[in-house]
């Protein structure tokens, strides 16, 4: 359907709501003057897109003029010239401020798609917090956009349904719109799982006559049963979403024949007491199936979805749900937050005091402890999944958790300080694990120490499913353990550098610690260890680096050979090194294998940094002389009678016991060697690993220091390391 300004005043006009129309006109005047000459890729002038934005505002959620105002204007600011202080002027602050909220993020410098998607809902969140608002008209935004999504190229397709179902799907959940997620979840199968969704939709067409003679007939027998209630309930059939049935019948491997709940039938009545009553009367009607009854009266769902469910069984042996609720609880089934807008007045000013956007308030907060950007969409998909379980306290009180949480989300969801002093679980009176799967009805007993040393486990966050739990414990280690985390990150990445057989210098990595928002390395280490930033990714960040410099090195390889290069000409350097062909440059030892005097060794001309030395059997050098760089090796050989010392690094493996540092320390010190680094760690199979970095003259003393290690009483090994 293409949506024009007609069709939209016409709605208007037949609202019960009073508009100012003169406001939304010249909303529109503007919007079609701002976009004149542009067109959508279906070929419609793109004015019509937010209209039609406008349009479900107002048709579907009766939403204010304001609101219908910044649906008209949602993407002037951010596709044409027009700035927002010009909207502020023409139609006042409250239209500025939804405008901005729902404008992408344009300026800001970020590396990929990712980072600016997560930015982006970021800023939707802030401006959720600070008016509800501008997630409606973004979800109006987006259900058109789907809409309309035939036209655009396969992989735009993809992306923008995954977006949909990742984000934008979960918030009207939590938001209680419920038609708007359906319809969301549908549209987005469609293009994610085209075959499976036409496989659905095929089974229910299959059946489309039986089941709508099925629902009349069922609706009729209740209706016969209740009919001295007053005023006549309203007795409604629906059918699960395609989405709904897609997920039970791929998702968890069910038959179709299997699913208890596609057919429905939806009873609203006046009042609690006669919910209650009605269910009696169901189940005196139809068999009730055992477990499937759930009463979301007397516990709402987060999104305060109220309703009685049942699943019942007739004569024909066909299996249907049974929802009862009041007229008020339907309203919020379908509108969610949006029933304030077509119900009653709305919602004025800001939704922090409002217990219902606790959920809101919660992401913002994990937010601001989140180091990696793109952490963020998929904490997200977690903590906005639409299935919950209801878990109590041994109190009483009821704690909301998405599917799959365990008891450490269950701790931290009660307070942080619980999560931060438990020291064990009991669920229905039983010690479970922390990994312990948690499940609706579970009564769940948190047990804590007081001492204020206690603190979480570094595993802890790699256990917890909730965003809530996981940023909770990563501010915790950043806070209180900085010293030990910069330890932990450095011994880490500079082992994954090793695996990987990676060379960097400093200034890369300050470069790659600027690029994740740090301000130093050792903030970048530190952030490795709390889980701030994961580790693959830096290594990934790294290689690309890597990789750009050798691409940079190539391109002005023939004007840097030859102003380096002298041929025939041998010089020895100042740090006991002599370069074939090179007349006086620095030179700089390898990270990846840390070359010493006695080991056979090869330079590699690098840009701007002089000549790296490494080991002649480097993997660096065997992978470099197969490159495009082959040609910037050059011939190296340590200088005679060098007084030059290197730092060198030890690896120590060691049955654990008492005194075990202070021998390795002792048998090292004997040598009159200086130990620059020493770091030591209990390993799971009950042994100690202890890497030391000293210095040494060259590769006989270190062979030397090496034997003499090896026969420290409980050493099981102690080899030399490529850390420097």
């Known amino acids: 359907m293409v949506y024009t300004i007609d069709m939209l005043i016409n709605k208007i006009e037949e609202m019960e709501k009073s508009y100012d129309l003169d406001k939304i006109q010249s909303a529109y005047g503007l919007a079609e003057k701002a976009h004149n000459g542009v067109f959508r890729t279906s070929g419609e002038p793109y004015i019509t897109h937010p209209v039609a934005v406008a349009y479900i505002l107002l048709e579907q959620f009766c939403m204010d003029t304001d609101t219908i105002c910044a649906a008209l204007l949602h993407d002037v600011v951010e596709d044409t010239d027009i700035k927002l202080e010009a909207i502020q002027k023409k139609f006042g602050e409250d239209v500025a401020r939804l405008v901005d909220g729902v404008t992408k993020i344009g300026q800001v410098p970020l590396n990929t798609r990712e980072e600016q998607h997560a930015e982006n809902i970021r800023k939707i969140l802030i401006a959720m917090s600070k008016d509800i608002r501008v997630i409606i008209i973004k979800l109006a935004d987006r259900l058109h956009n789907m809409r309309t999504l035939e036209s655009r190229s396969p992989e735009k397709q993809l992306k923008t349904s995954l977006e949909t179902m990742n984000f934008y799907a979960p918030i009207a959940h939590r938001l209680g719109i419920n038609d708007v997620k359906e319809e969301m979840e549908d549209l987005s199968l469609r293009y994610l799982d085209p075959y499976g969704f036409k496989e659905i939709e095929a089974l229910l067409d299959v059946h489309k006559d039986e089941r709508d003679t099925f629902i009349d007939r069922i609706r009729g027998m209740i209706s016969e049963r209740i009919t001295d209630i007053q005023p006549p309930p309203i007795i409604e059939g629906r059918v699960k979403s395609i989405y709904s049935i897609y997920k039970k019948v791929y998702i968890k491997g069910k038959d179709f024949s299997e699913i208890y709940d596609i057919y429905a039938v939806r009873i609203i009545l006046q009042t609690v007491v006669e919910c209650y009553n009605v269910l009696g009367i169901i189940h005196d009607m139809f068999r009730p199936i055992p477990y499937r009854f759930k009463d979301y009266i007397a516990m709402p769902k987060p999104n305060r979805y109220q309703s009685l469910h049942t699943t019942v069984i007739g004569r024909e042996g066909i299996p249907f749900e049974v929802q009862i609720r009041t007229q008020e609880m339907h309203n919020t089934a379908q509108y969610g937050v949006a029933a304030h807008w077509k119900y009653k007045a709305g919602i004025q000013g800001s939704v922090a005091g409002e217990k219902r956007f606790d959920w809101i308030r919660q992401l913002l907060e994990q937010q601001q402890e989140a180091d990696d950007v793109e952490q963020i969409s998929e904490a997200i998909k977690v903590d906005l999944a639409p299935d919950d379980v209801f878990v109590f306290t041994p109190k009483g009180d009821v704690i909301t958790l998405p599917v799959g949480s365990n008891v450490i989300d269950f701790a931290y969801a009660i307070h942080t300080q619980v999560g931060h002093k438990m020291t064990g679980a ?80 400093d200034e890369m990595l300050l470069e790659a610690a600027q690029r994740q928002r740090f301000a130093s390395v050792d903030d970048l280490y530190a952030a490795i260890s709390y889980g701030g930033v994961q580790l693959s990714k830096v290594i990934t960040k790294l290689k690309e680096e890597l990789l750009r410099h050798q691409k940079i090195t190539a391109a002005v390889q023939p004007v840097d050979i030859e102003k380096t290069i002298s041929a025939n000409n041998k010089r020895a350097q100042k740090n006991g090194v002599i370069l074939d062909g090179i007349d006086d440059c620095a030179v700089k030892y390898a990270q990846c294998c840390n070359p010493l005097p006695g080991d056979d060794i090869i330079g590699f001309i690098t840009r701007g940094y002089g000549v790296s030395i490494h080991k002649a059997d480097c993997q660096n050098v065997a992978l470099g002389l197969k490159s495009e760089n082959r040609d910037r090796w050059i011939a190296a050989h340590w200088a005679v009678n060098s007084s030059s010392s290197f730092r060198a690094t030890i690896d120590i493996i060691a049955e654990d016991r008492t005194a075990l540092l202070a021998d390795v320390t002792t048998a090292i010190a004997s040598n009159r060697l200086p130990i620059y680094e020493i770091n030591a760690h209990y390993l799971k199979n009950g042994n100690a690993n202890i890497i030391v970095t000293i210095e040494v003259s060259g590769i006989e003393q270190l062979k030397n220091i090496i034997l003499r290690l090896q026969k420290v009483p409980g050493v099981i090994s102690a080899e030399r390391t490529g850390k420097q």
């Open 426 to 505: 009991k669920v229905g009176g039983r010690m479970v694990s922390f990994d312990y799967t948690l499940h609706t009805g579970d009564i769940v007993e948190i047990l804590t120490t007081g001492s204020e040393s206690y603190g979480p486990n570094r595993n802890w966050s790699e256990i917890a499913k909730t965003n809530e739990a996981k940023a909770k414990i990563r501010a915790w280690f950043k806070r209180e353990r900085r010293e030990e985390n910069i330890e932990c990150g450095k011994a880490a990445l500079e082992k994954e550098l090793r695996r990987n057989a990676m060379t960097v210098d």
